[in-house]
């Protein structure tokens, strides 16, 4: 990218590879610009203020953090402003040495309660699943560390993920490759050279929706995939030769009586999110009622797992992606009928 500075007072950012105008201070949507300033900051962020105007450097005119490539860097937002309906997200290059789009892009889709979701084309690849007040349901290695810190910010006025540095003598970069693998990197000074420090698609079961509708992805297990309990295999033959594209069913169909309940699984991932609904303020003894009044709800839990717990987030389709930890998952509470009350697997 290419910034030409001042022709008559007029600050131009222009593309290197195809000349066009990417903005220019006489068609900015903000108010007028009189003296526009560039400026590269020490994150790496080409922000462009209104000369004299201080505060604007941490809300500027224009910003290349708003123009995601490969790579999340530390203080970058991955999500939408839902104030001017933008969205960022990340794409991988073609190849290692040819910038141009690859086939995977990285986004916070919104369908739902908001989850991150890495896609090659339109076909899901990875799913970091919904954040649980701590981290992504389905990142368990994303743990506080001394390197950097992480949040999820969920508001009327924008939905992101954001990294940053604890310590800045520390260099750190999310990139998502041209293989599609995504990879948080470390700087080693002695040795020159990036090293991976954390990828979150670690194993099998990281797959999206490997055992399908009402399957748990176990890595412990051979083979990987099992039905939820109360769930029976689609097609039995096919899941003895571990062809599990059909997925599972209810033993017993819902009939949505008063002597259904919830059977209580924990250290899961949490499933697809983009069927449900969810509320921040209610509490898990309210969202069960609510998912209970519902016959279409098939599951539910708290939507932030910190402290004690608190929000509600509600199913109402099949659950599907859902793999089981030896630790640290979450809590899902699923419909069953009477007679499957209290079968479910710890």
């Known amino acids: 990218m290419l910034q ?18 990417i903005w220019s201070s006489m068609n900015s949507s903000t108010t007028s610009v009189r003296n526009p300033i560039g400026k590269l900051l020490d994150t790496g962020n080409f922000i462009i203020y209104e000369e004299g105007d201080v505060i604007n450097q941490e809300n500027p005119i224009w910003q290349s953090f708003d123009f995601l490539q490969h790579t999340l860097l530390p203080g970058m937002k991955l999500g939408w402003n839902l104030v001017t309906g933008s969205e960022t997200s990340y794409t991988s290059w073609k190849s290692n040495d040819d910038p141009a789009a690859g086939e995977f892009y990285m986004s916070v889709n919104t369908e739902g309660y908001p989850q991150v979701i890495l896609r090659d084309g339109e076909k899901i690849k990875f799913r970091a699943g919904p954040w649980n007040g701590l981290r992504f349901s389905g990142d368990a290695d994303l743990k506080p560390n001394s390197i950097y810190n992480f949040t999820f910010v969920l508001n009327q006025r924008e939905i992101y993920y954001q990294y940053n540095l604890i310590n800045t003598s520390v260099y750190t970069r999310l990139v998502l490759q041209p293989s599609g ?13 990036w090293t991976l420090y954390l990828a979150p698609e670690g194993d ?4 999206y929706a490997v055992c399908k509708a009402f399957g748990s992805c176990n890595i412990d297990n051979s083979p990987v995939c099992e039905c939820l309990k109360g769930f029976e295999p689609i097609s039995p033959e096919q899941w003895r030769i571990a062809d599990w594209s059909q997925g599972c069913r209810r033993m017993i169909r819902l009939d949505c009586g008063p002597g259904e309940g919830f059977n209580k699984y924990t250290n899961v991932k949490l499933p697809d999110t983009r069927a449900s609904w969810y509320n921040q303020t209610m509490t898990l003894g309210e969202c069960e009622k609510v998912c209970k009044s519902n016959c279409s709800c098939t599951a539910y839990t708290n939507s932030n797992s910190s402290g004690t717990g608190s929000g509600c987030l ?7 992606d859902i793999r089981t930890f030896a630790e640290t998952g979450d809590t899902l509470y699923i419909r069953m009928p009477p007679s499957e009350l209290g079968k479910s697997k710890q």
């Open 204 to 207: 099998h079961c990281d797959r």
């Open 314 to 320: 509600l199913w109402f389709s099949d659950l599907i």
């Open 4 to 21: 030409t500075p001042y022709l008559q007072g007029v600050l131009i950012l222009r593309s290197a590879t195809t000349g066009n105008i």
């Open 181 to 193: 693998s995504i990879e948080r990197l470390l700087w080693v000074d002695s040795m020159q050279d």
